[in-house]
């Protein structure tokens, strides 16, 4: 599996960027979209549960940082949580986003605490990392979200805005080489298969390889002999990765069950 999981040297200040940014992307989606409306990236979901569940995941993070607990807590809230309409749930998603935000930005770099897998080179860069993508998939059930509801506004014409080259190669790291190699139990194989991903338009067009068998994965970081190949841009290759997009910006070769195994097991919930 990857080591350190810094591919694209994002950095904090990288990713604290891109969780400002996109943070502020969610809240101006879920406003035009209204909060009944449905996620279609997360079915079940309305845009009320996506601010309230993003809300609560970022509090629950920020914890971390503030308070050094050095195990793993539950998510207080999610699910559970009566909200607010409006404003006012806006109001309480917003204050959550800037006060992660400043947590992030204000902490020792020596800060210890519990992660979700080891091997990051520090906790702080860690959850700065581990929000940053957090805040831009359900930046991107947001703006899905109002693409589908027909509202007038920015996203609505049926895209979400892009992820930056860069970005969605450190994404694609850190799902493979954190939720896929070291936490996920659902994603099996009875007979072992392995799956390639390579960005054209990151640094030296990143590559992955995971093997999946029949009780865990192994991830490498390059482009090596697989049942199936996926090829295409890093921002294509992270939402398709994610569930966020199908395969229509992708090139596939190989063996379509490979895809489907991906496709039907490869879900973090």
Not at 8 to 23: F, Q, T, Y
Not at 69 to 80: A, M, N, Q, S, T
Not at 83 to 106: K, S, Y
Not at 183 to 196: I, Q
């Given at each position: 599996?990857?080591?350190?999981?810094?591919?694209?040297?994002?950095?904090?200040?990288?990713?604290?960027?891109?969780?400002r940014r996109d943070g502020a992307r969610l809240a101006e989606a879920a406003a035009l979209a209204g909060f009944d409306a449905e996620v279609p990236s997360a079915p079940g979901w309305r845009?009320?549960?996506?601010?309230?569940?993003?809300?609560?995941?970022?509090?629950?993070?920020?914890?971390?940082?503030?308070?050094?607990?050095?195990?793993?807590?539950?998510?207080?809230?999610?699910?559970?949580?009566?909200?607010?309409?409006?404003?006012?749930?806006?109001?309480?998603?917003?204050?959550?986003?800037?006060?992660?935000?400043?947590?992030?930005?204000?902490?020792?770099?020596?800060?210890?605490?519990?992660?979700?897998?080891?091997?990051?080179?520090?906790?702080?860069?860690?959850?700065?990392?581990?929000q940053a993508h957090e805040t831009a998939v359900h930046r991107v059930d947001a703006e899905l979200a109002l693409a589908a509801s027909g509202q007038a506004g920015a996203g609505a014409a049926?895209?979400?805005?892009?992820?930056?080259?860069?970005?969605?190669?450190?994404?694609?790291?850190?799902?493979?080489?954190?939720?896929?190699?070291?936490?996920?139990?659902?994603?099996?194989?009875?007979?072992?298969?392995?799956?390639?991903?390579?960005?054209?338009?990151?640094?030296?067009?990143?590559?992955?390889?995971?093997?999946?068998?029949?009780?865990?994965?192994?991830?490498?970081?390059?482009?090596?002999?697989?049942?199936?190949?996926?090829?295409?841009?890093?921002?294509?290759?992270?939402?398709?990765?994610?569930?966020?997009?199908?395969?229509?910006?992708?090139?596939?070769?190989?063996?379509?069950?490979?895809?489907?195994?991906?496709?039907?097991?490869?879900?973090?919930?």
């Amino acid at each position: 599996m990857p080591g350190k999981g810094d591919i694209v040297a994002m950095g904090i200040d990288g990713h604290l960027a891109s969780l400002r940014r996109d943070g502020a992307r969610l809240a101006e989606a879920a406003a035009l979209a209204g909060f009944d409306a449905e996620v279609p990236s997360a079915p079940g979901w309305r845009v009320r549960t996506l601010l309230t569940h993003t809300g609560c995941v970022h509090r629950w993070a920020a914890s971390y940082i503030a308070d050094g607990h050095g195990r793993p807590r539950p998510i207080e809230g999610d699910g559970e949580l009566v909200m607010p309409d409006g404003e006012l749930l806006l109001d309480w998603f917003r204050d959550g986003h800037a006060a992660l935000v400043q947590t992030l930005a204000n902490a020792d770099p020596a800060v210890a605490c519990w992660t979700l897998w080891p091997g990051a080179p520090s906790p702080l860069e860690f959850w700065a990392r581990r929000q940053a993508h957090e805040t831009a998939v359900h930046r991107v059930d947001a703006e899905l979200a109002l693409a589908a509801s027909g509202q007038a506004g920015a996203g609505a014409a049926g895209e979400p805005a892009g992820v930056p080259a860069a970005f969605a190669a450190d994404g694609i790291d850190e799902l493979l080489g954190g939720f896929y190699a070291l936490r996920h139990r659902g994603l099996v194989s009875p007979e072992p298969v392995a799956l390639s991903i390579r960005a054209t338009d990151a640094d030296a067009e990143a590559g992955w390889t995971i093997r999946i068998g029949p009780a865990a994965r192994t991830v490498v970081r390059a482009v090596e002999p697989a049942d199936c190949a996926l090829v295409g841009r890093a921002a294509d290759l992270y939402l398709f990765l994610w569930n966020r997009a199908g395969t229509e910006r992708i090139t596939v070769d190989g063996d379509p069950a490979v895809l489907g195994l991906w496709r039907e097991l490869a879900r973090i919930t």
